[in-house]
């Protein structure tokens, strides 16, 4: 069955309440991409997460939005921090999955005839793939409990950083508050004593790329960027902690949705599993959640020390010389307690991103002093063949969509299709020509993950700047990508 | 739910099936969907393992080195099974083990669920192709038995 759907913006279409749905789902979406979207199962999840007891405003989805289990990807929906839900599968299973860019002194020339090295470089001391320990060794339950608590900024006091403020630069500081260690099974602890500072697999990367062109030079200015810099962008998360963390509350809750009341046992899917934020589940989940979301902050802040000593390493310079320093770091799979203007009030809501970034706009205190006049650093991978963008929020995002932008370029083709279409091609090869060194540890990863199987990510801030909610400031053009 | 490691090798189920079973890919554009047919559940929830370990191995040979129980509480068959998916997915991710052979003792929504698997481990060199999944999810999972007398069960894997 075909949801309706109405046009009621250039870019924004709305999905009108029917059933139990309790608000209207809204979809930013160009009216070619929503021809293409119509029949498209992400609709129907956009549809479902309105039934969620307690989302307020509208059930939301980004121009990255495809077919995810229970929200869609590219999903943004908020509650009210007193009377609605928290929904894991909201989160994903990857908690704080993020993005962060970490820019240099150095120009394209100065790395371009050292590439390969450097593109080794990164992946002999990069753990990444299945089973391939951390960048740390092994840590005690002690020591992950301070990870835990303390995020990015544990990472710092043991030396692993870009520039001296990098905590500072990232969304929350690098921790969220509330964060509690003794929420966490045994078992997701036993997973992050084994992880901390590995890239994983899937669509996790590391890549090294240029500044190929600046489209917003004031912006650009305040993010330090300059044309043909180089910089590396990391996309990776909370590993097998956050995963452990999301898949037992969602089994618990499964179990049990009833018991919440006649709201919880009609939510239309078993994946948007959730429970009232105030219950004791609930509760017992954001703390758990809190803490592996500062998993995934040291995760990326242990990877950016050790990038950028690997870069030093394979140009043989010093660190002084790369002048490594830490754009933003955004993550977009989490749940915030963030407050909103709703229909003229300021209202306190958690606000969950499945696949979604924050984008706040100029003014914003929570946005970093040095980014204030210019809005909060967006930064939206694409595939690995073509190109990524740096965005910065806009006054619209902190009215339209709860303060979010786009996360990614959004996938086109499904794992096997892509695997099918490429089968027989010399993929390292053809990389190698457009431009672009690779190592990954499976040809599978990599046949998964060609440029071929994403939407060109121009097209997605295309309409995210053309809706008014972010405005891309440069545009990045890989030249080394390590995978797992 | 709980998983126990047996030194002694005979197993107490009827007809344990052997990797590889047959199974479908479904598409999905982000994700993963498996589905498997089945004379019965028993059989069914089989091949729902094995399809699992086809994927964490990427087909590679797997040489079973020991036996492992798992035992999960009471619920609907579509529970339990992702139940008994998440209890191999957890050995996988921290102790490297993959089933090669999975007999099922008992499904059953009042008494709950017990399978015994014979465990090979995961080599790099044999397995390299296979998935890094990262869970098991509930988004529109099935276990019936269909208007035909079939049985099927499908799961979506996030990657």
Same mark, same amino acid.
Not at chain 1, 108 to 133: C, E, H, M
Not at chain 1, 406 to 413: N, S, Y
């Given at each position: 069955?075909?949801?309706?759907?109405?046009?009621?913006?250039?870019?924004?279409?709305?999905?009108?309440?029917?059933?139990?749905?309790?608000?209207?789902?809204?979809?930013?979406?160009?009216?070619?991409?929503?021809?293409?979207?119509?029949?498209?199962?992400?609709?129907?999840?956009?549809?479902?997460?309105?039934?969620?007891?307690?989302?307020?405003?509208?059930?939301?989805?980004?121009?990255?939005?495809?077919?995810?289990?229970?929200?869609?990807?590219?999903?943004?929906?908020?509650?009210?921090?007193?009377?609605?839900?928290?929904?894991?599968?909201?989160?994903?299973?990857?908690?704080?999955?993020?993005?962060?860019?970490?820019?240099?002194?150095?120009?394209?020339?100065?790395?371009?005839?050292?590439?390969?090295?450097?593109?080794?470089?990164?992946?002999?001391?990069?753990?990444?793939?299945?089973?391939?320990?951390?960048?740390?060794?092994?840590?005690?339950?002690?020591?992950?409990?301070?990870?835990?608590?303390?995020?990015?900024?544990?990472?710092?006091?043991?030396?692993?950083?870009?520039?001296?403020?990098?905590?500072?630069?990232?969304?929350?500081?690098?921790?969220?508050?509330?964060?509690?260690?003794?929420?966490?099974?045994?078992?997701?602890?036993?997973?992050?004593?084994?992880?901390?500072?590995?890239?994983?697999?899937?669509?996790?990367?590391?890549?090294?790329?240029?500044?190929?062109?600046?489209?917003?030079?004031?912006?650009?200015?305040?993010?330090?960027?300059?044309?043909?810099?180089?910089?590396?962008?990391?996309?990776?998360?909370?590993?097998?902690?956050?995963?452990?963390?999301?898949?037992?509350?969602?089994?618990?809750?499964?179990?049990?949705?009833?018991?919440?009341?006649?709201?919880?046992?009609?939510?239309?899917?078993?994946?948007?599993?959730?429970?009232?934020?105030?219950?004791?589940?609930?509760?017992?989940?954001?703390?758990?959640?809190?803490?592996?979301?500062?998993?995934?902050?040291?995760?990326?802040?242990?990877?950016?020390?050790?990038?950028?000593?690997?870069?030093?390493?394979?140009?043989?310079?010093?660190?002084?010389?790369?002048?490594?320093?830490?754009?933003?770091?955004?993550?977009?799979?989490?749940?915030?307690?963030?407050?909103?203007?709703?229909?003229?009030?300021?209202?306190?809501?958690?606000?969950?991103?499945?696949?979604?970034? %924050?984008?706040?706009?100029?003014?914003? $205190?929570? =946005? +970093?002093?040095? &980014?204030? !006049? @210019?809005?909060?650093?967006?930064?939206?991978?694409?595939?690995?063949?073509?190109?990524?963008?740096?965005?910065?929020?806009?006054?619209?995002?902190?009215?339209?969509?709860?303060?979010?932008?786009?996360?990614?370029?959004?996938?086109?083709?499904?794992?096997?299709?892509?695997?099918?279409?490429?089968?027989?091609?010399?993929?390292?090869?053809?990389?190698?020509?457009?431009?672009?060194?690779?190592?990954? %540890?499976?040809?599978?990863?990599?046949? $998964?993950? =060609? +440029?071929?199987? &994403?939407? !060109? @990510?121009?097209?997605?801030?295309?309409?995210?700047?053309?809706?008014?909610?972010?405005?891309?400031?440069?545009?990045?053009?890989?030249?080394?990508?390590?995978?797992? | 739910?709980?998983?126990?490691?047996?030194?002694?090798?005979?197993?107490?189920?009827?007809?344990?099936?052997?990797?590889?079973?047959?199974?479908?890919?479904?598409?999905?554009?982000?994700?993963?969907?498996?589905?498997?047919?089945?004379?019965?559940?028993?059989?069914?929830?089989?091949?729902?393992?094995?399809?699992?370990?086809?994927?964490?191995?990427?087909?590679?040979?797997?040489?079973?080195?020991?036996?492992?129980?798992?035992?999960?509480?009471?619920?609907?068959?579509?529970?339990?099974?992702?139940?008994?998916?998440?209890?191999?997915?957890?050995?996988?991710?921290?102790?490297?083990?993959?089933?090669?052979?999975?007999?099922?003792?008992?499904?059953?929504?009042?008494?709950?669920?017990?399978?015994?698997?014979?465990?090979?481990?995961?080599?790099?060199?044999?397995?390299?192709?296979?998935?890094?999944?990262?869970?098991?999810?509930?988004?529109?999972?099935?276990?019936?038995?269909?208007?035909?007398?079939?049985?099927?069960?499908?799961?979506?894997?996030?990657?």
């Amino acid at each position: 069955m075909t949801l309706e759907v109405k046009q009621v913006g250039e870019f924004a279409w709305e999905i009108p309440r029917t059933g139990g749905m309790r608000v209207p789902g809204r979809v930013y979406l160009s009216r070619a991409q929503m021809d293409v979207m119509r029949k498209d199962p992400a609709l129907q999840q956009v549809a479902n997460v309105a039934h969620l007891p307690g989302i307020v405003g509208h059930s939301l989805a980004m121009p990255d939005i495809h077919w995810g289990y229970g929200f869609p990807i590219g999903g943004v929906a908020a509650f009210d921090a007193a009377e609605g839900s928290v929904s894991p599968g909201g989160v994903g299973f990857d908690i704080n999955c993020g993005v962060r860019v970490i820019t240099t002194r150095l120009s394209r020339a100065d790395v371009t005839d050292r590439i390969k090295d450097v593109v080794k470089s990164f992946y002999n001391t990069i753990p990444t793939g299945v089973g391939k320990g951390s960048g740390t060794g092994k840590i005690g339950t002690k020591e992950l409990w301070r990870v835990l608590e303390r995020g990015a900024a544990w990472a710092v006091e043991k030396g692993f950083m870009a520039g001296e403020d990098d905590t500072e630069l990232c969304e929350d500081n690098g921790a969220l508050e509330g964060a509690d260690p003794a929420a966490l099974s045994p078992r997701a602890l036993e997973r992050g004593t084994t992880q901390v500072g590995s890239l994983g697999s899937g669509n996790h990367f590391l890549e090294v790329q240029v500044v190929d062109e600046l489209l917003d030079q004031k912006a650009a200015a305040a993010f330090g960027l300059f044309q043909g810099q180089v910089v590396i962008m990391i996309h990776s998360g909370s590993r097998g902690l956050g995963h452990q963390v999301c898949d037992e509350t969602v089994s618990r809750l499964a179990r049990r949705m009833s018991a919440y009341g006649p709201d919880y046992a009609k939510v239309p899917d078993r994946q948007l599993a959730c429970a009232p934020i105030a219950s004791d589940e609930g509760n017992r989940y954001l703390r758990a959640m809190q803490a592996a979301a500062n998993f995934a902050w040291a995760n990326r802040q242990v990877m950016t020390g050790l990038a950028v000593d690997a870069l030093a390493r394979a140009l043989g310079i010093g660190r002084d010389r790369i002048g490594a320093r830490l754009l933003y770091d955004v993550c977009h799979n989490i749940a915030k307690y963030e407050t909103h203007e709703i229909e003229g009030e300021q209202r306190l809501v958690l606000v969950h991103r499945k696949g979604a970034t %924050r984008a706040f706009g100029p003014g914003d $205190e929570r =946005v +970093p002093s040095r &980014y204030r !006049d @210019v809005g909060q650093p967006v930064l939206i991978p694409g595939d690995m063949g073509r190109q990524s963008f740096v965005l910065a929020g806009n006054a619209a995002a902190m009215t339209e969509t709860f303060g979010s932008s786009c996360h990614g370029a959004g996938r086109l083709l499904s794992r096997s299709a892509s695997r099918k279409a490429t089968r027989g091609r010399k993929l390292f090869d053809e990389m190698e020509k457009a431009g672009v060194t690779v190592m990954s %540890r499976g040809m599978k990863t990599l046949a $998964e993950e =060609v +440029p071929e199987a &994403y939407k !060109d @990510v121009a097209d997605i801030t295309d309409v995210i700047e053309g809706a008014g909610i972010s405005r891309r400031v440069a545009r990045l053009k890989p030249i080394g990508v390590i995978k797992g | 739910m709980t998983s126990t490691d047996k030194e002694t090798t005979p197993g107490t189920a009827t007809q344990p099936l052997t990797h590889p079973q047959p199974y479908e890919e479904i598409s999905h554009t982000a994700d993963l969907t498996i589905e498997v047919q089945g004379a019965d559940p028993s059989e069914t929830l089989a091949r729902l393992v094995l399809a699992l370990a086809d994927q964490l191995c990427g087909g590679g040979e797997l040489r079973a080195h020991k036996e492992v129980r798992i035992e999960v509480e009471p619920g609907d068959l579509v529970i339990m099974a992702i139940d008994v998916l998440r209890e191999v997915l957890y050995r996988f991710a921290t102790r490297g083990e993959i089933p090669e052979r999975c007999g099922v003792v008992r499904v059953d929504e009042s008494a709950g669920t017990k399978v015994v698997l014979r465990m090979g481990r995961y080599d790099e060199r044999l397995h390299g192709g296979g998935s890094d999944i990262k869970a098991v999810t509930y988004h529109q999972p099935r276990f019936e038995k269909t208007p035909n007398g079939v049985w099927v069960a499908r799961v979506t894997l996030d990657i």
